[in-house]
Structures are given as structure tokens and as C-alpha cells.
């Protein structure tokens, strides 16, 4: 009897999840910070349309987190169904509640490759030609949960320059996101500072995608006032992540229409990816598994 009870209890919770879930009205996008708010939903908002047909839902709502936590927080919460993050920002849920999201899709650039690079500039006068060149100088980051501007500069510079991060430069600090970092960096508030592109492409045009691409798109960087000094190896390609407990059939409705909108809406696809890139591949959590054994060891989630 009790046995028989459990299983009863267990189906009917499963019919339930299931009709709530199938009963979605409203989808809601979160989106990273990185850029100022103004330009991330404007890029985001041909999503809206599209995912209300695609989905049959009422509604599509955009949520522009100020930084990267904002939008990690609703995922864990569950406040969100979607986000596009970077490699260490789905660590970072991964390692808190691995079952919060499914990544299931990711960029391919447009040489094939599925990776991306941290990339350190510096002003073009300020006289720094080499990364030699910053030892006692002020290094900025991104953002504590960026992949580019600040996990991966810290597990792989240290083989560059000889010694931990904290020990060449003379300080580190935050520029609130890409887009702000290489504005500080212009601005002479950090000698050089971490950023992210594609490194395929010319420098003069910011690569063909990346924060240094968009910022050139959007006119408000000339890429002559920059130099690079240097670049990480290669990094895994940021996920799409869906909310786990979504049904079956709005993941799969979800990861169709993503795929398929390089080919229905191209200008769409560039807008929300920033820059150019061939279409989506699909991914699993095994694909960050590196990200997320560095950021523990690293940072400790």
C-alpha cells in the first residue's frame, strides 16, 4: 500500500509539473551586463516577436542585469528562462546547483571555431608596446564573473610574466563590464585592461566579433587608439542556457528556433551575438567542464 501510494504521489506530481510547465504565458530573457542597458535591450528586442510566435507564449520580458551576478542570480532563482552567459558565469551556477540550467547551444565563429580570446589593450600613447612593459602598473578587469576580463587572465598570465597576477601589477581593479573597461582603459584610469574578442579578422575592425567589435560598430572606439599586448589561449564559446525545469517540448521549440535564426532573421542573430559568426552548435555541460574545474580551483565558485 505504501509503495503503491508513493507512486500515485509521484505521478500525479509529475502531471502537475507537467501542465504548469506546458502553461507557460511569460518567457523571460535575462540579459548580462557588459554594455550600457540602453544598447543590450535594444539589441535583444527582436527576440521579443519572434519568441512569442515560436514559443505560443503572451509575453516575452527582458531583464538587463547591471552585471553579470544579476542575471546568474535569476537563473538560480529561477526567475529566468534564458540567458546567453560566458563560461565562467555558468560555472559559477554550475558549481552552486548543476541542475538550475541546461546549456545547450553555443556560437560558432566564423572559421569554425567554437572559442573566443581574453585580450589585454592598452592605450596606443601611453608608451606600453609589451606586456613587460605594465610590471608596477594598474591592470583592470571586467567583471568577477567574466571567462575573458577576469578568470582566464588569472589561471594563464601568471606563465607569461612569471609570477601571480597580484605580484607584477602594482594594482587591479573593476571596470564594470567590457564595454566600460576599455573606456577606463582610453581614459587613463588603468594602464591595460582585459577584454574579449574573436581574434579572427583584422585588429583595425576589432575582430570580427567581441566587445572590442561591438564597441567600433556602435562608433564610439577607434581601434588606432589601441594596441594589444597580449592574448589567451583559446576559450570555450559562452553558452545558451534554458532553465532546467522548463518542459520538454518549449526546450525543444527553444533550441529550434535559436539555431534556425541565423537563416530566418540574420540582422537579429548579429544583433543579440554581436558580430559575426557562422550560426549556433549544440553543447552539453561536459564543454565548459575545463572552465569549471579552473574556477573552482580559482576562485572556489
Request: glycine content about 12%; hydrophobic content about 40%; overall charge negative.
Amino acid at each position: 500500500m505504501l509503495k503503491k501510494a508513493l507512486l500515485s504521489a509521484v505521478a500525479l506530481f509529475a502531471l502537475v509539473g507537467h501542465v504548469q510547465a506546458e502553461d507557460l504565458k511569460e518567457f523571460r530573457v535575462g540579459i548580462i551586463g557588459g554594455e550600457n542597458e540602453a544598447d543590450r535591450l535594444r539589441n535583444f528586442q527582436c527576440l521579443g516577436d519572434h519568441l512569442k510566435t515560436a514559443l505560443n507564449v503572451e509575453k516575452v520580458s527582458f531583464f538587463p542585469a547591471a552585471d553579470y551576478d544579476g542575471v546568474i542570480q535569476g537563473l538560480l532563482g529561477g526567475t529566468l528562462d534564458f540567458a546567453e552567459l560566458g563560461a565562467s558565469g555558468y560555472a559559477k551556477i554550475y558549481l552552486a546547483k548543476a541542475d538550475a540550467v541546461e546549456p545547450i547551444l553555443t556560437t560558432e565563429q566564423t572559421d569554425g571555431s567554437t572559442g573566443y580570446y581574453s585580450i589585454m589593450v592598452a592605450r596606443k600613447d601611453s608608451g606600453v608596446t609589451k606586456i613587460e612593459d605594465l610590471k608596477g602598473k594598474k591592470l583592470g578587469f571586467a567583471d568577477p564573473d567574466s571567462t575573458s576580463g577576469y578568470l582566464i587572465p588569472n589561471v594563464t598570465l601568471p606563465e607569461t610574466i612569471g609570477m601571480p597576477v597580484k605580484e607584477f601589477f602594482a594594482e587591479t581593479g573593476f571596470g564594470g563590464g567590457h564595454e566600460n573597461l576599455v573606456l577606463e582603459v582610453l581614459k587613463g584610469t588603468f594602464d591595460a585592461g582585459t577584454t574579449f574578442g574573436s581574434g579572427i579578422g583584422g585588429f583595425k575592425e576589432g575582430y570580427t566579433s567581441g566587445n572590442l567589435r561591438k564597441m567600433v560598430d556602435k562608433g564610439i572606439l577607434d581601434m588606432n587608439d589601441l594596441v594589444e599586448l597580449w592574448r589567451s589561449p583559446l576559450i570555450p564559446n559562452g553558452p545558451t542556457v534554458v532553465r532546467s525545469s522548463l518542459s520538454a517540448d518549449v526546450k525543444a521549440k527553444f533550441k529550434q528556433f535559436m539555431m534556425d535564426l541565423p537563416k530566418t532573421d540574420a540582422a537579429c542573430f548579429a544583433a543579440v551575438e554581436g558580430g559575426e559568426y557562422k550560426g549556433f552548435v549544440e553543447v552539453n555541460s561536459d564543454f565548459y567542464k575545463p572552465i569549471i574545474d579552473a574556477r573552482k580551483s580559482t576562485i572556489g565558485g
